[in-house]
């Protein structure tokens, strides 16, 4: 079988991925048919493509992501970059040094593009002012992971052949979630109704002022909905008591076949991992005919390799 061409450029006049938040509907949509590309040319024997050789790409993660950090490394070495993944726990931040004096030292090194994810919000982005390679978001704080809402974004297009006028219900711990502000912008941008669905201490103040309807019960949140997305509760990130109990959360927004019942017969059931069953989502339902979650990890694959192939035509003598 011979190797797909490379997907056709399409207008992206950005040179970092900081967000979805300042994407247009044609960018966001241009991501997506380059990923289709990816996904075609991932499913061959012959998987790489050169698009990036020579080039070096950095994946610098201030937070543990075995998931998020390895399908940047197989994004990055499918196209035929030399990926390094900086050790946090070997680095210099643990010594006392800032994020600027990280990125100083960092571009000395010219990396071409340096993947970042980072506990802070807004991190990356001030990382992004003081390197001259590109940039990738890869999970800043509670703000913005770019690349989970546009594979999330592929995974839903695959399934249902349409985002326009879905009704996907995004449920769990809001409060404390970059993936659930990320695919709000997006799929409100491409034409979804977005729903969130969690009880009132795991929802941000002022989440209506992003176009979202909310809803309080799971009953009512599922009702009608086409994708139902779960979020992982992240008592990592909690500060007090946000939830009675785990097994009090699980019996009223945990995902099981008696809610999901609650949703269209067809809808789709997504969750960006890692899952927490019996928390958020029973394993009849993570394991069932409705489940997407793996289909969202090979889409997570190819949706990196098409950013790192966008990004790459800003890169000097690209």
């Given at each position: 079988?011979?190797?797909?061409?490379?997907?056709a450029?399409?207008?992206f006049?950005?040179?970092?991925l900081?967000?979805?938040?300042?994407?247009?509907?044609?960018?966001?949509?241009g991501?997506?048919?380059?990923?289709?590309?990816?996904?075609?040319?991932?499913?061959?024997?012959?998987?790489?493509?050169?698009?990036l050789?020579?080039?070096?790409?950095?994946?610098l993660?201030?937070?543990?992501?075995?998931?998020?950090?390895s399908?940047?490394?197989?994004?990055?070495?499918?196209?035929?970059?030399?990926?390094?993944?900086?050790?946090v726990?070997?680095?210099?931040?643990?010594?006392?040094?800032?994020?600027l004096?990280?990125?100083?030292?960092?571009?000395?090194?010219?990396?071409?593009?340096?993947?970042?994810?980072?506990?802070?919000?807004?991190?990356?982005?001030?990382l992004?002012?003081k390197?001259?390679?590109?940039?990738?978001?890869?999970g800043?704080g509670?703000?913005?992971?770019?690349?989970?809402?546009?594979?999330?974004?592929?995974?839903?297009?695959?399934?249902?052949?349409?985002?326009?006028g879905?009704?996907?219900?995004?449920?769990?711990?809001?409060?404390?979630?970059?993936?659930?502000?990320?695919?709000?912008?997006?799929?409100?941008a491409l034409?979804?109704?977005v729903?969130?669905?969690?009880?009132?201490?795991?929802?941000?103040?002022?989440i209506?002022?992003?176009?979202?309807?909310v809803?309080?019960t799971m009953?009512?949140?599922l009702?009608?909905?086409?994708?139902?997305?779960?979020?992982?509760?992240?008592?990592e990130r909690?500060?007090?008591?946000f939830?009675?109990?785990?097994?009090?959360y699980?019996k009223?927004f945990?995902?099981?076949?008696?809610?999901?019942?609650?949703?269209?017969?067809?809808?789709?059931?997504?969750h960006?991992?890692?899952m927490?069953?019996?928390?958020?989502i029973?394993?009849?339902?993570?394991?069932?005919?409705?489940?997407?979650?793996?289909?969202?990890?090979?889409m997570?694959?190819?949706?990196?390799?098409?950013?790192?192939?966008?990004?790459a035509?800003?890169?000097?003598?690209?």
């Amino acid at each position: 079988m011979s190797t797909p061409a490379e997907p056709a450029p399409f207008a992206f006049p950005h040179r970092h991925l900081l967000g979805i938040e300042g994407l247009s509907a044609a960018e966001i949509e241009g991501l997506l048919a380059a990923a289709e590309d990816a996904v075609a040319l991932s499913r061959q024997v012959e998987k790489k493509r050169s698009t990036l050789r020579g080039r070096t790409q950095v994946n610098l993660f201030f937070e543990n992501s075995t998931r998020t950090q390895s399908s940047f490394e197989i994004a990055g070495k499918r196209l035929g970059a030399d990926v390094m993944n900086m050790s946090v726990g070997n680095s210099s931040m643990k010594k006392g040094e800032t994020v600027l004096d990280t990125a100083a030292t960092l571009n000395a090194m010219r990396p071409d593009i340096i993947v970042v994810r980072h506990h802070a919000a807004g991190a990356v982005a001030l990382l992004a002012q003081k390197v001259d390679c590109s940039v990738v978001n890869a999970g800043d704080g509670a703000h913005e992971h770019p690349t989970q809402a546009l594979l999330d974004a592929l995974t839903i297009l695959r399934a249902k052949g349409r985002i326009a006028g879905l009704v996907v219900a995004i449920c769990g711990d809001v409060l404390h979630s970059r993936v659930a502000r990320s695919n709000i912008i997006l799929l409100n941008a491409l034409g979804a109704q977005v729903r969130v669905v969690a009880p009132s201490t795991l929802l941000p103040t002022g989440i209506e002022r992003l176009g979202v309807e909310v809803f309080r019960t799971m009953r009512e949140g599922l009702a009608g909905a086409d994708v139902v997305m779960m979020l992982r509760l992240q008592l990592e990130r909690m500060n007090g008591s946000f939830v009675p109990s785990v097994k009090e959360y699980f019996k009223h927004f945990g995902l099981d076949g008696a809610k999901l019942a609650y949703a269209r017969p067809d809808a789709v059931v997504m969750h960006p991992g890692p899952m927490n069953r019996g928390v958020e989502i029973a394993s009849e339902v993570a394991d069932g005919p409705r489940s997407l979650i793996r289909d969202q990890v090979e889409m997570g694959v190819a949706v990196r390799m098409a950013v790192l192939e966008t990004l790459a035509r800003h890169l000097p003598n690209a």
